[in-house]
T-cell receptor, first 112, second 115 residues
Framework: DQQVKQNSPSLSVQEGRISILNCDYT??????FLWYKKYPAEGPTFLIS?????DKNEDGRFTVFLNKSAKHLSLHIVPSQPGDSAVYFC???????????FGKGTSLLVTP | EAGVAQSPRYKIIEKRQSVAFWCNPI?????LYWYQQILGQGPKLLIQ????????DSQLPKDRFSAERLKGVDSTLKIQPAKLEDSAVYLC?????????????FGPGTRLTVL
């Protein structure tokens, strides 16, 4: 039962433009959401997070938006750079637990 | 600061053989996680340790998988006997605090191929 869904397996964006990666979840008990970035042959690295009490969190070029009523979050990367090309995983956890529930990932390609 | 170390990086075995993976978390990190990532999927938690005690092993296939974290530092994950569907990347992660909002730091993973 996939509780975190990333419905776009891949996304291609031109350098300098905005990348928008989407994520939906089904478990209303989730209250902490994260994005991880993964390069080939490396482990995932933490990118940005947001708790359910906020609807936006920004860190440099990366902004995560949370719409609790729609059970939807998105990651915006502005401006996109070729080095951003990686697989991006959305993850969520409940306050009462520690396990991260991951989506299947979206492969982002930023072309020069 | 050294990251999470895992070995081996790659392993190829035949089905019904046994295999073991090793993880050394970031120094001082009390919580350690093992994830299984099948190709095309996101990582799935297998087991979580807090120091040397198991916090959550609800998704660990206990008939063939076992894990231990002696002395609350290094950890080993074993599969015996392996099945074809065990082919995956096995990721180890660690956190300093045992709270959900603490960042999990991942190692590079061990890619297991079962033939």
């Amino acid at each position: 039962d996939q509780q975190v869904k990333q419905n776009s397996p891949s996304l291609s964006v031109q350098e300098g433009r905005i990348s928008i990666l989407n994520c939906d979840y089904t478990n209303s008990m989730f209250d902490y959401f994260l994005w991880y970035k993964k390069y080939p042959a490396e482990g995932p690295t933490f990118l940005i997070s947001i708790s359910s009490i906020k609807d936006k969190n920004e860190d440099g070029r990366f902004t995560v938006f949370l719409n609790k009523s729609a059970k939807h979050l998105s990651l915006h990367i502005v401006p996109s750079q070729p080095g951003d090309s990686a697989v991006y995983f959305c993850a969520a956890s409940e306050d009462s637990g520690y396990a991260l529930n991951f989506g299947k990932g979206t492969s982002l390609l930023v072309t020069p | 600061e050294a990251g999470v170390a895992q070995s081996p990086r790659y392993k190829i075995i035949e089905k019904r053989q046994s295999v073991a993976f090793w993880c050394n978390p970031i120094s001082g990190h009390a919580t350690l996680y093992w994830y299984q990532q099948i190709l095309g999927q996101g990582p799935k938690l297998l087991i979580q340790f807090q120091n040397n005690g198991v916090v959550d092993d609800s998704q660990l296939p206990k008939d063939r998988f076992s894990a231990e974290r002696l002395k609350g530092v290094d950890s080993t994950l074993k599969i015996q006997p392996a099945k074809l569907e065990d082919s995956a990347v096995y990721l180890c992660a660690s956190t300093f605090l045992a709270v959900p909002t603490d960042t999990q730091y991942f190692g590079p993973g061990t890619r297991l191929t079962v033939l």
